[in-house]
């Protein structure tokens, strides 16, 4: 092709092939053309002998990681009131601080600086919750389509079981979604998705409502879904001609225009699972959630090997990290205390939490997730974790990263193979 931008990282290289494969090049380079990945090679081809080569030496090239679970508004409160479990969490810490977001000054600050901590973290892809609030939700979505990162953005759907300050009526809830929708129809990189917070905060009109909309604008929705105990009761109370908390989009016609999220998804039934897998969807395990507010744990291997999409999220702020990398850590150490005190489970390998962490949760925002021909070069690199007395493969570089790992291990980021921050 004539004119193109032809660029070349050389350095270890690690990615995910499967979730029981791993691949790792020692010394390897990758090539980019136009931002896509041309190739990956142990030995150069001679045909790119002329093109300059960025060598990292012996720092480890990975794809960058999706979150597709997180809260941006409640950034200020990571690693903070963690003494609740979930309802009264909500209702004493996230509630009163989601209020703020009526304030787009502190809005801005917020969001911006989450921004920048998404990039520095090496997440490139992620699925996002605002509040109820559409001005305080458009900067963000705005602020995310500027900085290029591939995003689903949405306006927080609430109007019951919630304090006055965030409680909407229904037709203000879905003018305003209409208008977030329209605004952002045509973003290219950032776009709007459905919000509906979850069942106890949302009546079946609401959700109805939305529906209609979903299908108007072919838009997806994310969720939570089976969170806890507490809310897939609470959902069948206050929804009881459902079967389960999934069918409550389903009668509602939310599901089947776009991408179906369904947050935590940790105590589900047979029937959540068949709803899930009938429209696409993705389930979304939250490790450090899981133990700070919700106090259960996904059978994660156990819906994997049944065929259920999974993805990570950090779910900031009932988790505290927003780097994906320690959620894959996370994953492998919570699978084996799902394994060891429940019959029937079984632990979840370094590589397979990866390969969700990327490949897996990449898929839903395009050809991201990988360093195959095709995908696009959205990538980081990190520092070899090597002792100097001991040294380790690739792989075992970033397997320790993902355990012990800080933002600033991140060397270089590359979004569509252009160097960023
Ligand atoms: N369920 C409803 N809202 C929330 C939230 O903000 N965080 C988590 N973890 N679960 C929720
Ligand atoms: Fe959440």
Redesign the pocket.
Known sequence: MANAKVKILRGNIVYAKSDKELQEINAGYVVIRDGVIDGVYSQLPTQYQDVVVEDFQNDVIIPAFSDL???APQYPQRGLAMDKILAEWLDQYTFPLEEKYANLDFATQVYDSFCDDLIANGTFHVAI?GTIHTEATSHLIERLEKKGLYAYVGKVNMDQNCPDGLKETVEDSLLETERFLQKYASNVTAKPILTPRFAPTCTQKLLCGLGKLAQKYQVGVQT?LV?SLWEAQEAKRLFPDVECDTEIYEKAGLLGYGPFIG??FIFPSNKDVEILKKYNGIAVH?PD?TVNVIAGIMPFATLASQGVKIGL?S?IA?GHNLGIYTQVAKTVQLSKIKSFYEEGHSPVSFAQAFYHATKVGGALFGKVGSIEQGYEANLLVVKNTSDHYQKLSPIQSVERFCHVGQPNQIVARFLRGEKIQ
């Open positions: 679970h997180v809260h919750y939570h969170e947050g935590h939250c959630a999220g779910d009932a």
